[in-house]
């Protein structure tokens, strides 16, 4: 339906003084396209992560060096498949189909989270990713709680929920591996070593070159911006860290007694440009493994359609 110029004006004025008393926006509510374009653009980038994400820690599964890490690390990846599903569902409401958010993360259109991007050679990196990756994931997701948009909040608070406690069975892998022996630690330390500086570029370009964080922090989309959440990110780690007995690897990380924060060393921005922009040491192998598992599921899609016509039909038959 198409409004007159006063009448979007009301319903705009209308929508800004919701998301201020943090009503939430409700998929049949009145929103500006600009508002919904940035909440697909958002929330099917982090539904693709999620997908993708399963990938490195999946290749591990099979090698788990016992029971009880093989049965954490499979509830794990079905969490992940999960997080993907209630992503792309709340992404629906928008207006939005999943063969299109399909169909743009296998064409490079869409984007997912540059952290995936990286190998797990060891089984300390599946340490390391609970730990570190689902750390920081928490850090920037326990915000989006409180997203105006009320289905991406609400997906949000489970999702939350299941990430911190693969954080700490990440960081009870890790533990575990630093009380061990010196080869264990010795392979803990080498997954910090790698998994370090990806994470801290996790939460996204700094402040001054973050394009979408202003006008999300005013729709209330974004709490936080992506240097308050890395830095906060941070300091909680760096302790972690300690306690566990790991060197961080930033010869120029020290604590800042006037801010009250760890000041760290320079991140290298064009690394992490050009893991964004499909030139990371497994871009290619993650998009090529999930474009295989979208050609190979096609029969489940169509028998599911096949069902869904067919269980429809009957209701049809039934009604008549
Ligand atoms: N990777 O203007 P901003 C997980 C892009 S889930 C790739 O600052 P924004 C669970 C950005 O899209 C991890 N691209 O953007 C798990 C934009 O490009 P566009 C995913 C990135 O949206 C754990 C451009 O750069 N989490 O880990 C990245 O305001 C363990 C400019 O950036 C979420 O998606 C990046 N790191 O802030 C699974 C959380 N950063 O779209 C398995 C929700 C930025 O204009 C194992 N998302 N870009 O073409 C967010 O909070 C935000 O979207 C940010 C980026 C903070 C990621």
Not at 2 to 28: M, R, T, W, Y
Not at 252 to 278: P, R, T
Request: aromatic letters at 10%.
């Amino acid at each position: 339906m198409s409004h007159s110029e006063n009448e979007l004006a009301e319903l705009g004025a209308a929508f800004d003084a919701n998301v201020a008393q943090e009503k939430k926006i409700e998929p049949k509510d009145w929103m500006p396209e600009a508002y919904r374009k940035t909440l697909v653009r958002q929330i099917s980038q982090h539904a693709h992560s999620e997908i993708i994400g399963m990938q490195p820690e999946g290749n591990w599964i099979s090698r788990a060096p016992t029971l009880r890490r093989k049965v954490g690390l499979l509830a794990k990846v079905q969490d992940e498949a999960g997080h993907g599903l209630y992503l792309y569902s709340a992404a629906e409401t928008l207006g939005t189909s999943r063969d299109q958010m399909d169909a743009d993360l296998l064409s490079g259109k869409a984007k997912y989270s540059s952290i995936f991007n990286y190998p797990t050679p060891t089984w300390a990196d599946i340490g390391a990713i609970g730990w570190l990756i689902d750390g920081a994931a928490i850090t920037n997701q326990i915000p989006i709680c409180r997203c105006s948009y009320g289905p991406y909040a609400r997906a949000m608070i489970r999702i939350c929920k299941e990430e911190s406690f693969h954080q700490r069975q990440g960081f009870e892998m890790m533990n575990t591996l630093c009380r061990g022996t010196a080869e264990q630690k010795r392979m803990a330390q080498d997954a910090l070593n790698r998994w370090w500086w990806p994470s801290v570029m996790m939460f996204g370009p700094p402040d001054g070159a973050s394009q979408h964080s202003d006008q999300n922090m005013a729709w209330r989309i974004k709490r936080f911006s992506n240097d308050e959440l890395r830095q906060r990110y941070i300091d909680m780690t760096v302790r972690q860290a300690d306690f566990l007995g790991l060197d961080i690897p930033d010869t120029d990380l020290k604590w800042n007694e006037e801010s009250g924060h760890y000041d760290i060393g320079e991140i290298d921005w064009d690394e992490f440009w050009k893991v964004v922009k499909g030139d990371g040491p497994c871009n290619r192998q993650r998009l090529a493994h999930r474009t295989k598992a979208h050609d190979d599921g096609a029969w489940v899609r169509e028998a599911a359609v096949a069902y869904s016509d067919k269980q429809r039909a009957k209701q049809r038959q039934h009604a008549a």
